[in-house]
C-alpha cells in the first residue's frame, strides 16, 4: 500500500522533482497550479503538453474526461521512460477545470504502482477503494 503522497502545497522541489500540474492546450499558466509551474518552475508559457522546466503539463480544459485521458496515459507513459525523475502530481482537473477527485483519480490507475510517480492522497484514497 501506498505510503507517500504528493504534498499539499509544494513551493520548491528538490534536483529530479517535477510538477504534474493541469494545464490548457494554449499554456496560458494564468491560474491554479499552472500559474504556480509557471512563476516557480519554469512551465513555459505557451506549452500547455509535457515537459517544461520542472513542470510536466497535462490538458484539462479542453472537453469531459475522456479528452484528458490520453494526456494522462502519455504522461505515466512518459514518467515510466524517466525513472531518474520523480513526479510530484497536484489533484490536476479538480480546481479551475471544475472536475472531481471521483472523476479524474481512475485515469491515474496505471500510475499507483509507479515508484516515481506521487499522487495526491485524495487519489489514491479513490483508487484503494476502487480495488477494494
Given at each position: 500500500m501506498r505510503t507517500k503522497f504528493t504534498p499539499a502545497y509544494i513551493d520548491s522541489?528538490?534536483?529530479g522533482e517535477i510538477f504534474v500540474f493541469?494545464?490548457?492546450?494554449?499554456?496560458?499558466?494564468?491560474?491554479?497550479?499552472?500559474?504556480?509551474a509557471?512563476?516557480?518552475?519554469?512551465?513555459?508559457?505557451?506549452?500547455?503538453?509535457?515537459?517544461?522546466?520542472?513542470?510536466y503539463a497535462i490538458p484539462?480544459?479542453?472537453?469531459?474526461?475522456?479528452?484528458?485521458?490520453?494526456?494522462v496515459d502519455d504522461f505515466i507513459a512518459f514518467a515510466?521512460?524517466?525513472p531518474d525523475l520523480t513526479f510530484l502530481v497536484t489533484p490536476i482537473g479538480c480546481g479551475i477545470a471544475g472536475f472531481t477527485p471521483e472523476e479524474i483519480a481512475?485515469?491515474?490507475?496505471?500510475?499507483?504502482?509507479?515508484p516515481n510517480v506521487l499522487l495526491p492522497e485524495v487519489?489514491?484514497?479513490?483508487?484503494?477503494?476502487?480495488?477494494?
Open positions: 522541489l528538490s534536483s493541469g494545464s490548457n492546450l494554449a499554456g496560458m499558466h494564468g491560474g491554479g497550479a499552472a500559474w504556480v509557471h512563476m516557480k518552475f519554469g512551465a513555459e508559457w505557451g506549452v500547455g503538453v509535457g515537459l517544461t522546466g520542472q513542470s484539462t480544459m479542453q472537453g469531459g474526461v475522456e479528452t484528458i485521458a490520453p494526456y515510466a521512460e524517466h481512475p485515469l491515474f490507475a496505471k500510475a499507483l504502482d509507479a487519489f489514491v484514497d479513490i483508487l484503494n477503494k476502487e480495488q477494494e
